[in-house]
């Protein structure tokens, strides 16, 4: 995402890029796609409300020039009043802007060691592989941490329609546009809240993966209390 978006705003001041991408011959656990701009992460680039933060950066986003933020607005799936995409045409659209771009080179190989020959931007995201990690972690002084908790996906099949319903959050349709919402509400009684969480905390649990179990605070100062 990041490196995409560096990329299309330097080649737009007429400079030329070249672009390191370690896939398809390599990629993290999280990646999947062989396109750019993969969003590993939730598809939801949350609220477009100008009066939230995150609706109010997107506005900004969109002022200055950002190539990405447009495109996310260009393909939008219905989401109520945030702002979602569908993870595969998104990256599709992204890829095809990046390859149709004549002042960009991509080159696809992994990096490991940083040549600062002419000026870089280092874009490897929260999963920068190989040895590449250990040159960053020892130029940021051993302080390179990421945390993050993957999100369960209920599947649409596993619902019962008869005591669902359509709607959107805090009753806001995005222009209203969408008659009847864009998210599954699924409504528990008091009983049905109580028997949904007994069953969620003593449900069997995902074992953690090697990749899951990585101490990202390790060599962390201890916070002062
Ligand atoms: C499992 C998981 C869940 C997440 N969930 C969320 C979420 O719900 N919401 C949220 O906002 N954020 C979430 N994040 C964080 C999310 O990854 C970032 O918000 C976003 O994807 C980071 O974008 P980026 O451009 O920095 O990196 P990326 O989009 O990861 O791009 C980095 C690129 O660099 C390439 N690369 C890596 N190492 C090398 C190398 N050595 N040489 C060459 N190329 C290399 C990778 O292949 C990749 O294409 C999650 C992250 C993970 C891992």
């Known amino acids: 995402l990041a490196g995409c978006e560096a990329a299309l705003q330097v080649a737009s001041k007429n400079i030329p890029v ?8 390599n990629r993290s656990k999280a990646h999947r796609l062989d396109t750019f701009a993969e969003l590993v992460c939730s598809n939801s680039l949350k609220s477009l409300d100008r009066l939230t933060a995150s609706g109010l950066l997107k506005q900004e986003l969109l002022t200055l020039g950002c ?16 702002l979602s995409v569908d993870r595969k045409v998104f990256s599709a659209k992204v890829t095809d802007l990046i390859k149709s771009n004549s002042l960009i080179t991509v080159i696809n190989q992994r990096i ?16 920068t592989d ?11 002084g051993q302080y390179l941490n990421f945390f993050d908790a993957v999100s369960p996906i209920v ?15 805090y009753d806001k349709t995005e222009d209203n546009k969408i008659e009847n919402g ?23 649990q995902v074992a953690f993966k090697e990749w899951d179990n990585i101490n990202y605070f390790e060599g962390c100062m201890p916070i002062e209390a």
Do not use: V
């Open 18 to 25: 070249t672009l390191y991408e370690q896939k398809p011959a």
């Open 155 to 169: 599947s649409k099949e596993s619902l019962d329609f008869d005591h669902c319903f359509l709607a959107d959050r």
């Open 112 to 127: 490991g060691e940083l040549n600062f020959d002419c000026p870089t931007i280092i874009a490897t995201g929260p999963l």
């Open 130 to 140: 190989g040895k590449l990690y250990q040159t960053l972690w020892d130029m940021c």
């Open 67 to 82: 190539k990405l933020i447009q495109i996310a607005f260009d393909i939008k799936i219905p989401s109520g009043s945030a």
């Open 182 to 204: 864009s998210y599954i509400n699924c409504p528990l009684s008091k009983d049905e809240y109580f028997e949904f969480y007994n069953q969620l905390i003593n449900a069997r």
